[in-house]
Structures are given as C-alpha cells and as structure tokens.
C-alpha cells in the first residue's frame, strides 16, 4: 500500500497537483463481519489515517457501503425542507409548492439515487416524500398518497429510482452489451 501511495504521490507532483496530508485519509473497504486490516501509510513522515466514511461528490462511502450514513443526512436535509413547506403553505398556490418540489426537494431527493436508492433505509427517505406530498395537497397524514401522486404528477421514490436506473442503461447501452458479449463468451468457452 505504501509503494501504491508514493507511487501515486508522485504521479501528483509530476502533473502538478499535490496532497495536503492533514486532510488526506485512505479507507478500507469490508464486508460487515470481517476486521480492518492494521494498515500504516506514511509518506514524508507523514501518517495517512484510516477513515470510516468519507463524502465523495456529494454521496457519503463508508467502509462497509451500507450507504446508511448518506440516507440519514438526505434524512435530515428534507426534513428541514418538509417544515420550511409546512411554514410556507399558508401562503402559496399549490401550484408553487409544486414547483419548489421540484426545484429543491427533487433536486435533493434523487442527486445519486442510483447508489443508495436499492437501501433498506430508503424507506426513510420515501416517507418525508410521503409527508411532503401530503403537506402539498392539503391531505391528512392517513390519507394514501398513491394518486396524489398521479395529481400532482410526480414519480415515487421507488419509481424514480427505476426510472434512474432505465436512464442509466440506455446512456450506456454500447458499454453493457460490450460487457454482455464477454460474460457469453467466457461462459461459452468454460462450458
């Protein structure tokens, strides 16, 4: 690892770039049951520590990609928009909350929804968008949301994570039918 890490080091000093130490951390990657690995990285005297969780373009990675950590701080975010919504309701068209729905809520809700949207903890995240839905509509918190849904014209999170992933496929059908290709001709040649 530490041959990796100076060889990498100096990739980033050739073009340029350099690591600032104090905020720079590796992270171990494991399944739940099994133990960290006792690693030491250091460059320059320096110690790169072992991280839990890190924030990578928006999306929270723990060391066991449970993407619990980044559902709970969606969690947190859309909760404080689901007041703000319930503050601002009195005063605005249904069809402006619709609209700042989509602007922020959206917005928030589905920013990388392909990595964290197949969760269990997505649950969490599908009932604020429940909540929200209801506060719009001026329903009761009983009330089913399945055609408030279709009113308001808005995908579920379960259906716009679908709709996500059918998006991503098509962006990268070339890419997955090469991939296709291989899987057929590797099992063709092992049977």
């Not at 340029?16 to 951390?25: A, N, P």
């Not at 066991?64 to 605005?92: D, G, P, W, Y």
Request: hydrophobic share 40%; with cysteine.
């Amino acid at each position: 690892m530490s041959e990796v890490f100076v060889d990498t080091n100096e990739w980033f000093k050739i073009n340029w770039l350099s690591l600032i130490f104090k905020i720079t951390h590796y992270q171990q990657l494991r399944t739940k049951n099994s133990q960290d690995m006792n690693v030491n990285i250091s460059y320059d005297n320096n110690h790169i520590s072992n991280s839990a969780s890190t924030k990578f373009l928006g999306l929270i990675i723990d060391k066991t990609l449970s993407r619990k950590n980044h559902i709970h701080q969606l969690m947190s975010k859309l909760s404080s928009v689901c007041c703000a919504v319930r503050t601002i309701k009195a005063f605005m068209l249904q069809e402006t909350l619709t609209m700042i729905y989509f602007s922020y809520i959206y917005s928030i809700m589905t920013y990388g929804i392909t990595f964290w949207g197949n969760s269990p903890y997505s649950i969490n995240i599908f009932r604020i968008q429940k909540r929200i839905i209801r506060i719009i509509t001026n329903s009761r918190n009983r009330d089913s949301c399945r055609e408030l849904f279709k009113y308001l014209k808005i995908l579920s999170l379960y259906l716009q994570y679908i709709f996500s992933l059918l998006i991503f496929v098509v962006k990268n059908k070339d890419h997955i039918e090469n991939q296709i290709k291989i899987f057929i001709a590797l099992i063709l040649t092992y049977h």
